[in-house]
């Protein structure tokens, strides 16, 4: 027998923005559920470092401090370097002073302590071990989403339904929304490895010969990295064996000389799609989507999850006010876009062009990049793109009521 499920505001997705989300409307006191399809928050996460326009959002819902309770690292370096020295640093307060550093904090434990400020409320349920099936309808709007739970299928009815299920939105393909544009220039390999003796608590772009890598420190102990690699790389790697990435680590700064020599096949690397993406409208008529089911970023400047998160604060505000005037069209939901389209556009933008750059083919190209970017910071430009990357110089659009006591 099919079950049936009633709420306010159904969430698919339990990552950063499905989860901020849900917090957000049940202090408004909105019956919400959020869906999770994995079991726990125990899963590989690549999106870890919160840059300075996290710390101001969160400062201004009078959550960071509460956020900051839980394990995490503050990064306070930007630096450029190649395998054997550092070519510039960059202090985080050259590129925010009013936050002047940014947060590394494991995803897994940034989920559960907006789950456990969430599942304070009674009109909070999140369902682990729940995917999305299909849409419900009447004519034209939405109104639920099937859903498998266990051997159970549940028809849960809401007032308006969200989609925050990431860059694979099932949300976005079950609504047939259109894509504006999407880029796809690179891959990012990431490995972990034990954090060198008197590794500074830094985000670092590093240049080789072969591709640049991103590299940070990762809680407790580690250091986490990402090597740029062609679009679908991985699976050469694959095919050509072991050998074929452990000669390019090889050739890479000394930290990871040690893991390289002990590879014995590609279990420690995760690759990650490095697209940027937008829908080219986040709503339909009982329907919206937040996060990167709406636009992705790439790792570029490792905003994504802030950006995210700014969204789905955004969509908190709106939503409420659709529901008291039980209007939930295309055009009332649409509002959270347009508060957060220049700032999307923006970054996405700056992201577009740095990843062309970042890729650059020739190898003349990308031999010159650690002299073009020492120039660019003895002039004092440096800080400029990353500032615009990194923090939000604008006031979200975030009503009193959603910020905590």
Not at 229 to 253: H, R, V, Y
């Amino acid at each position: 027998m099919l079950q049936t499920h009633e709420v306010d505001v159904c969430i698919v997705g339990g990552g950063p923005a499905g989860l901020l989300l849900g917090l957000l409307l049940v202090k408004q006191g909105l019956q919400v559920l959020v869906l999770e399809q994995h079991q726990d928050f125990s899963r590989e996460y690549r999106g870890e470092v919160l840059m300075p326009r996290f710390a101001k959002l969160f400062d201004q819902l009078n959550l960071l401090s509460y956020m900051e309770t839980f394990p995490h690292t503050r990064l306070d370096t930007f630096q450029l370097r190649t395998a054997k020295r550092i070519v510039s640093r960059i202090p985080m307060s050259d590129i925010s002073k009013e936050y002047p550093y940014a947060l590394w904090m494991p995803q897994p434990i940034f989920l559960e302590a907006l789950y456990q400020k969430a599942r304070a409320f009674e009109t909070f349920e999140f369902w682990f071990g729940a995917s999305a099936r299909d849409l419900l309808r009447e004519g034209n709007k939405t109104v639920g989403i099937m859903v498998k739970k266990g051997n159970d299928e549940i028809a849960v009815r809401s007032r308006v339904t969200v989609g925050a299920d990431g860059r694979t939105s099932r949300t976005r393909h079950l609504g047939g929304f259109e894509m504006a544009f999407e880029q796809y220039d690179f891959d990012l390999l990431w490995f972990s490895l034990p954090r060198p003796a008197g590794f500074e608590h830094t985000v670092q772009l590093m240049f080789t010969g072969e591709r640049p890598y991103i590299i940070a420190p990762k809680y407790p102990n580690l250091i986490q990295c990402g090597l740029l690699t062609e679009p679908g790389q991985f699976a050469d790697f694959k095919k050509a064996g072991i050998d074929s990435l452990k000669n390019i680590l090889m050739a890479g700064p000394s930290e990871f000389q040690e893991f390289a020599k002990g590879l014995k096949d590609l279990t420690p690397f995760f690759p990650l799609q490095a697209r940027i993406s937008q829908v080219k409208n986040w709503s339909k008529d009982g329907l919206l989507l937040i996060g990167d089911a709406a636009h992705t970023c790439s790792p570029i400047g490792a905003v994504g999850v802030s950006v995210a998160l700014a969204t789905a604060a955004v969509a908190a505000d709106i939503i409420p006010q659709a529901l008291s005037l039980n209007d939930t069209s295309a055009a009332m939901l649409s509002e959270v876009q347009q508060l957060r389209q220049a700032d999307v556009d923006q970054l996405q933008a700056i992201q577009r062009q740095l990843s062309r750059r970042l890729m650059a083919s020739r190898p003349w190209m990308r031999a010159l990049m650690p002299l073009l970017f020492s120039v660019a910071a003895q002039l004092g430009i440096l800080a400029v793109v990353p500032r615009k990357l990194a923090t939000y110089q604008g006031a979200y659009p975030i009503s009193s009521k959603l910020r905590f006591d």
